[in-house]
């Protein structure tokens, strides 16, 4: 072997772990986009603690970031890691039993397994936490990073504690060394974030330097990694997370759809972002309220869809639980009004930094009445704009609230997006009412051919009519306590939802043939999980085919044809098998479940081993 051999690989997976103060977030996203402009496709992962300031050196505090990338169509941001970068006892502790057993390399930062972290960590052996771990297999780098960040910062006018926060960019550099990545992009990423604090400017720029050339002189190291370019379709491309996607597609449906857009949303874990993101847009016309309370934040998203504006509102499970009430005000009003809920591991507090799907039945059925609204589930990073785009089509278009899922694992992920064209997008029909002519008295509960009824802005003349909560009288909206025409409106409104179903795509498979041994049946975030073991099973010569629902209620059409062309359907959920319970109500089909609720997304490893035994 030479001393700087370059050893190709198609895919890796890296892990970087530590304190939540030690910026394994930002290192992380920095490797990320250094990749993406490598060209390589790729999917993330990142990894909070639950708490705000979790006990620093503990377990429980340990904050992660993971990127899988490669010169093939990525999916997920994978199972086992290559690579597991660990800055204390604690980060090597929680992440180690998910490192390949052959040919994985740890690179530990031996400065964070001190007594004091061993201790923190709950290791029985305070002298070594290698001592009863057999680490045979794997290649262990020990590295004194803290150490030589000091180094590298002798001449720095910074403090201790400063200088000491710069040790993530020791390990950025040492890893864009190693994967034979440039210094260039990260660079200016510094500088644009330190521009106004040359102190952290050089610093930061100096120690990834260090890291860059420790990796470049030092003789024990004598190998490099090389990913190729993917093979993706041409476009322009970026990085996007879930979040950002949604609020882009927020965004160019309010421009298409010629609606200013209002967004209403109370603070809550991992939907925050959305709001955050949003508030940034102001200059294209996004108006943002955070409100008191999440009653507040969907009833103002209510007065403003019926003012005239396309109206959301945010939030992540429990909040959806404090929204019910409201959503049922909106599904009343007949007003277009989409709610996003990002979902998270429950109940109650339950799990705020986890990902979970345990939503989906709350979704469609937790409200009080018959009270049915559309639900979207969002399958991807890249994808969430157009369901976020989409939903506000139908809001508009079919004049009713429209629910969109998705997790914390799809928005705080990431991947590579290529911007659509505006032009190719599907327009939003925007059809205000307009005062009847002759003196005709304005009828607001009139319905079209497909059941919608008009949308009255206030303050146009001749559109008085009466608004609220309680039962409308067919046609004139007058409050009405008929029991038969209770009945009538009640039929009316699930027809209503019951129809967008001809309006949206038929069902279809993703990958595989359309009669087979095993469909599986999936929703909403395990999409890539799910193609990635298909395609694998595929290749394998099994007659296994891939279908995901983007639409909930209602359920496509064509999907019961689908579903009894294989012998077995298995649906993978992040949850005690929800769409299950759907699936079986509506279709009678003895479906299998595969149900997991760890706060983490289904491994495609063991998703193969559970769908090869029903193969066989």
């Known amino acids: 072997m030479s001393e700087t051999e370059t050893i190709i690989k198609e ?63 990525i999916n997920t941001p994978g199972d086992q890691y290559d690579v597991l970068v660990a800055m204390n006892a604690a980060a090597f502790k929680s992440n180690l039993s998910m490192v390949k057993r052959i040919g994985a390399t740890i690179i530990i930062n031996t400065d964070g397994f001190d007594s004091r972290n061993l201790r923190l960590a709950e290791y029985e052996n305070a002298d070594s936490p290698f001592a009863h771990i057999p680490l045979e297999g794997y290649e262990l780098l020990k590295i004194p990073v803290t150490k030589l960040t000091k180094e590298a910062l002798a001449d720095s006018t910074l403090g201790r504690k ?23 992009n990260s660079i200016l990423f510094l500088e644009e974030k330190f521009k106004h604090k040359p102190d952290l400017l050089v610093a930061n720029r100096k120690v990834l330097k260090a890291g860059f050339y420790f990796g470049e002189t030092n003789e024990s190291f004598t190998s490099r990694y090389q990913v190729d370019e ?27 759809s010629k609606l200013p857009l209002y967004y209403a949303s109370y603070p809550i874990t991992p939907a925050s972002d959305i709001l955050h993101n949003l508030v940034a847009l102001e200059d294209y016309g996004v108006k943002t ?32 639980a404090l929204k019910t009430e409201a959503m049922g005000l909106a599904a009343m009003l007949e007003l277009p009004l989409v709610i996003l809920n990002i979902q998270r591991g429950g109940p109650s507090t339950g799990l705020p930094t986890k990902t979970e799907q345990a939503d989906l039945l709350m979704a469609l059925y937790g409200r009080n009445g018959e009270c049915p609204i559309p639900v979207l589930a969002v399958p991807n990073p890249s994808e969430a704009f157009y369901i976020a785009y989409e939903a506000c089509k139908i809001a508009v278009e079919h004049m009713t609230p429209v629910i969109v899922l998705s997790d914390g694992y799809i928005n705080n992920g990431a991947v590579p997006w290529k911007i659509p064209n505006p032009d190719e997008l599907p327009p939003i029909q925007v059809k205000f009412a307009v005062a009847p002519e002759n003196g005709i008295d304005y009828l607001p509960y009139k319905r079209d051919v497909n059941g919608v009824r008009p949308w009255a802005i206030p303050g146009t003349p001749g559109l008085m009519h009466q608004i609220g909560g309680l039962e409308k009288e067919d046609g004139t909206g007058s409050v009405s306590y008929d029991p038969d025409n209770h009945q009538l409106m009640v039929k009316a409104r699930q027809a209503k939802v019951d129809t967008i179903a001809d309006f949206v795509p038929d069902q279809k498979i993703e990958s595989g043939p359309e ?21 694998q099973l595929l290749s394998e010569g099994h007659k296994i085919a891939h279908a995901h629902l983007r639409h909930i209620a209602p359920l496509p059409n064509k999907l019961g044809t689908i579903l009894n062309a294989y012998k077995k359907v298995i649906i993978p959920e992040v949850n005690n098998g929800q769409l299950v319970k759907i699936i079986k109500d509506k279709f009678l089909l003895p479906v299998i479940p595969f149900s997991q609720i760890k706060g983490m997304p289904i491994f495609k490893d063991e998703l193969v081993s559970f769908i090869t035994k029903h193969l066989s």
């Open 11 to 73: 895919e890796v997976t890296i892990k970087f772990a530590g304190d939540s103060g030690d910026g394994m977030q930002l290192t992380g996203k920095l490797f990320t986009e250094n990749t993406a402009l490598a060209g390589n496709d790729l999917a993330t992962f990142p990894d909070f603690p639950s708490e705000i300031r979790a006990p620093t050196g503990t377990v429980w505090g340990v904050s992660g970031f993971q990127v899988h990338f490669g010169s093939r169509k």
């Open 162 to 184: 400063d200088q000491e926060r710069c040790k993530n960019m020791f390990v950025l550099g040492y890893l864009l060394w190693k994967y034979n990545r440039r210094l260039d």
């Open 230 to 256: 993917a093979d993706l379709p041409q476009g322009r491309y970026r990085g996007i997370t879930g979040t950002e996607s949604l609020v882009f597609g927020l965004v160019t449906a309010s421009h298409k």
């Open 289 to 320: 309220f955070q409100a008191e309370d999440e009653i507040a934040a969907i009833c103002s998203a209510i007065g403003a869809a019926y003012g005239g504006s396309l109206g959301i509102t945010g939030t992540s499970g429990p909040g959806l």
């Open 515 to 535: 009669s087979g041994d095993v469909l599986v049946l999936g929703w909403g975030s395990t999409h890539g999980v799910i193609e990635s073991a298909v395609q």
